[in-house]
C-alpha cells in the first residue's frame, strides 16, 4: 500500500522492481560485508572529489577524473554512471547540504533501478543516455501498483497505464515534476542518466531532507519505492559501494 509520501503528486517511483522480477539477477546483487547484520541504511560515503578543472559541461564535470577512475574500479561501477552519480551528488552538496545526500545512495538506487542502465542488455553511452531505452511493465495492478495513464503515452509510450522509464526507472509525474538537464546539453531527457540522477536526487532530497540520518535516509528511499526489500537492496548497494571505495 503507497504512503503518504506519494502525496508528492503522486511522486513515488514506485518501481517495485518494475522492470520485472528478472531486473536485477541474484548474481549481480551487491552484498552486505559478512561480518554483523544486514545494513539498514546508507551512511554517506566520503564526498567525492571535486574537479579543479571541469573536463565536461553540467554535472558530470564536477567530478574530478581521477577519483571517477580510482572509484569506478575499487566500487565496480561503470565509470560514466559513477560520473552521474557523483555529479548529482555535488551539485545538491552545494545547492542544499543540509540534506546530505551521498553518491553512493544514488549509485545505490541506480544498482537497484537498472544495474547502472545495463538492464537487459541496454549500455550507457559516452553522453550518459541510454540504449536501447529501458521501460518498466505497466503499472496496471497485476503484481505491482495501479497508476492510470498520465502522459497520454508521451513519456513511457503507453497510452493506457503508466510505466517507469530510463536508467532509474522515474514514473511519467515524476519526471514531469522533477525533470532537469544534468549534463548541459540542453535536453532533458529521463534516458539520460545524468538527467535522470539528477532528478532522482532532487526527488529524494524534497521527500526527506535529511539522508544523513537513518530515519531520514529510510524516509527518502520509502518515499522513492514503497517496498522495505528495495530500501535493503539499495541499503546494501550503497553501504558496499561505500566500503568499496574507502578501502581503494
Known amino acids: ?37 544486514a545494513p539498514t541504511f546508507a551512511a554517506p560515503a566520503e564526498a567525492p572529489l571535486a574537479a ?30 559513477l560520473r552521474a552519480y557523483a555529479g548529482a551528488a555535488l551539485f545538491k552538496a552545494e545547492q542544499m547540504p543540509t540534506c546530505g545526500l551521498s553518491w553512493n545512495t544514488i549509485a545505490g538506487v541506480g544498482f537497484a533501478e537498472s544495474d547502472h ?19 518498466g511493465v505497466a503499472l496496471d495492478g497485476d503484481g505491482n501498483i495501479a497508476i492510470p495513464d498520465s502522459d497520454a503515452g508521451a513519456i513511457d509510450g503507453d497510452a493506457e497505464h503508466d510505466r517507469a522509464i530510463g536508467p532509474m ?11 532537469i538537464d544534468g549534463n548541459g546539453d540542453g535536453v532533458q531527457d529521463p534516458h539520460n542518466l ?32 514503497p517496498n522495505e526489500d528495495y530500501v535493503a537492496t539499495v541499503a546494501r548497494a550503497g553501504t558496499l559501494y561505500a566500503e568499496r571505495a574507502a578501502e581503494g
Not at 579543479?52 to 554512471?81: F, Q, S
Not at 526507472?169 to 525533470?179: A, M, V
Open 169 to 179: 526507472q522515474l514514473i511519467p509525474q515524476t519526471w514531469n515534476n522533477w525533470r
Open 194 to 225: 545524468d538527467d535522470a540522477a539528477f532528478a532522482t536526487a532532487n526527488y529524494l532530497c524534497r521527500v526527506s531532507g535529511d539522508l544523513v540520518s537513518e530515519s531520514g535516509w529510510r524516509e527518502a528511499v520509502l518515499g522513492f519505492n
Open 117 to 135: 542502465g545495463r538492464h537487459g542488455g541496454s549500455a550507457v553511452g559516452d553522453d550518459g543516455t541510454v540504449s536501447p531505452p529501458i521501460f
Open 1 to 37: 500500500m503507497l504512503s503518504a509520501r506519494l502525496a508528492l503528486s503522486t511522486g513515488a517511483v514506485a518501481s517495485a522492481l518494475l522492470l520485472s522480477s528478472c531486473a536485477i539477477t541474484p548474481a549481480a546483487q551487491p552484498s552486505a560485508s559478512p561480518e554483523g547484520p
Open 52 to 81: 579543479t578543472v571541469p573536463t565536461l559541461p553540467g554535472n558530470p564535470g564536477l567530478v574530478d577524473d581521477g577519483w571517477v577512475t580510482a572509484t569506478a574500479k575499487a566500487t565496480r561501477i561503470p565509470e560514466r554512471a
